[in-house]
């Protein structure tokens, strides 16, 4: 069986202690092993998230808190978002059967993302991740509860985990590429949209939505640390020839 305690749960700004509490609940039962809680707006330590938690409670008092969502995204090299809505973003939304066995081709430290009980993930949040994930619901109430998106998601995660492995064993052998952690990826993004900007292929009122198909694009090419080093060499010397095309001679 393979082991999910490579994946983090990273909950956004939660705003109920009883939510938690039962996530940590799920995490004990599926063998999830990382909770990471994003500002949250709440008492995690308290007696409502313990009452819920059960046999969790460990979780809760191993979670690590942090500022922001890409400080809990230091060090994984892939992250799902999950979101209740159709976004207008370049990447495409899949089920968590299509998405999630993704962490599970290798042993990679991965995030599987989840945003605020009342408004979910921002559009920026979104873009922070590499796949995004919608769970399917009826018409006449497609929300779902915090604590029961990250059940349905433990489950669908511990399910494949149980499953025999499919692949041949040549395929097994193969070596994992070394994927660029997300940090490195986000510096990237950063630095391309000044570069971009600074040369006018970009343009500040639209260069949000311009970057949102770059990110796309490299998301899917799923870039090694070693490529984004060139990358990034790339545009240092723009930067340069720019610096050294305007100076006298």
């Known amino acids: 069986m393979a082991s999910l305690t490579h994946i983090r749960i990273v909950v956004v700004e939660p705003a109920g202690a009883l939510n938690l509490g039962s996530i940590a609940r799920v995490m004990k039962n599926m063998g999830l092993g990382q909770l990471f809680l994003v500002n949250p707006h709440c008492n995690h330590l308290g007696q409502e998230a313990f009452l819920m938690a059960v046999h969790g409670r460990e ?23 999950t979101t209740g809505l159709q976004r207008s973003l370049p990447m495409p939304v899949e089920t968590p059967k299509a998405a999630l066995p993704w962490f599970l081709e290798d042993d990679q430290p991965s995030a599987l993302i989840f945003g605020r009980e009342d408004h979910g993930l921002s559009n920026s949040e979104l873009n922070q991740a590499q796949r995004l994930v919608c769970i399917p619901t009826g ?4 929300s779902l509860n915090l604590a029961q998106a990250v059940t349905v998601c433990g489950y669908e995660l511990r399910s494949l985990a149980t499953e025999k492995p499919t692949f041949a064993p040549r395929e097994i052998a193969t ?7 997300l940090s490195e990826l986000e510096g990237y993004y950063q630095h391309l949209e000044r570069v971009l900007l600074q040369v006018g292929f970009l343009y500040p009122h639209t260069s949000a939505s311009r970057m949102e198909t770059f990110r796309d694009l490299y998301h899917r090419a799923s870039p090694s640390s070693r ?3 060139m990358l990034r060499g790339i545009l240092r010397q723009v930067e340069w020839a720019i610096a050294n095309a305007a100076s006298p001679e």
Do not use: N, S, W
């Open 139 to 142: 018409d006449a109430y497609t």
């Open 175 to 181: 070596a994992v590429p070394d994927l660029a952690d």
């Open 59 to 81: 979780f809760l008092e191993r979670a690590v808190v942090v500022p922001d969502l890409t400080t809990a995204l230091t060090g994984c090299k892939k992250a799902i978002a």
């Open 227 to 229: 490529e984004v080093a």
